[in-house]
């Protein structure tokens, strides 16, 4: 089993099932401020609603989460063990692990992590949800591609697609998303 969970992003669908791992789990230190935030979150349907009308959540979130849980009374929202500022190394014996904390198109507490050869991306080259109805910031988008291409050589894994991909494969399909999707500025 796993010694460590390191959580890329504060979303619900990255972090709620954090409560249910025996892990020490690490996140960068916006991540843990956000989640942080949502522990004290009520989860009954009036609250839901609340923060659904203020803002605080969407509608795609909202009605995920619906589908996911059976009843709000499972939704256990806990604060990772372990925040850090920047980057974060683990030398685990064989294998060293970097935690390096990024500004990215789909949220600002965006984590990489890089372990051999391979760079985890969470969702960090999704579209911007919350702010952005579902699109895309063009210098926030050029930004991060810059630093992905600092990753010569790495293979990259996004959280919802079923494959890991080369680099240069993996902007080629970034930048294709973002032209279907669409920019905002």
């Not at 935030?37 to 609603?49: I, L, Q, S």
């Not at 909202?62 to 499972?74: Q, S």
């Not at 910031?137 to 591609?145: I, K, M």
């Not at 293979?155 to 279907?180: C, F, G, T, W």
Request: proline share 3%.
């Amino acid at each position: 089993l796993p010694t460590y969970t390191v959580l890329t992003h504060a979303h619900w669908d990255h972090s709620y099932g954090l409560w249910a791992t025996a892990t020490i789990s690490l996140c960068g230190k916006k991540t843990w401020d956000k989640i942080n935030e949502m522990t004290k979150w009520e989860w009954t349907e009036e609250a839901m609603n609340h923060r659904l009308q203020t803002g605080e959540e969407i509608p795609f979130c909202h009605e995920n989460i619906l589908k996911e849980y059976a009843g709000l009374n499972e939704i256990h929202v806990v604060t990772p063990d372990i925040s850090f500022d920047k980057e974060l190394t683990l030398h685990l014996g064989n294998v060293t692990v970097r935690a390096i904390e990024t500004e990215n198109p789909h949220e600002e507490d965006g984590v990489l992590i890089a372990v051999d050869d391979l760079l985890i991306l969470g969702d960090s080259s999704s579209p911007d949800y919350y702010h952005l109805n579902e699109k895309y910031d063009r210098t926030r988008l050029a930004s991060y591609l810059a630093q992905l291409n600092t990753y010569k050589g790495y293979r990259l894994v996004h959280s919802h697609i079923d494959e890991i991909l080369p680099l240069k494969q993996y902007i080629r399909m970034v930048e294709e998303n973002a032209s279907e999707t669409g920019y905002v500025q």
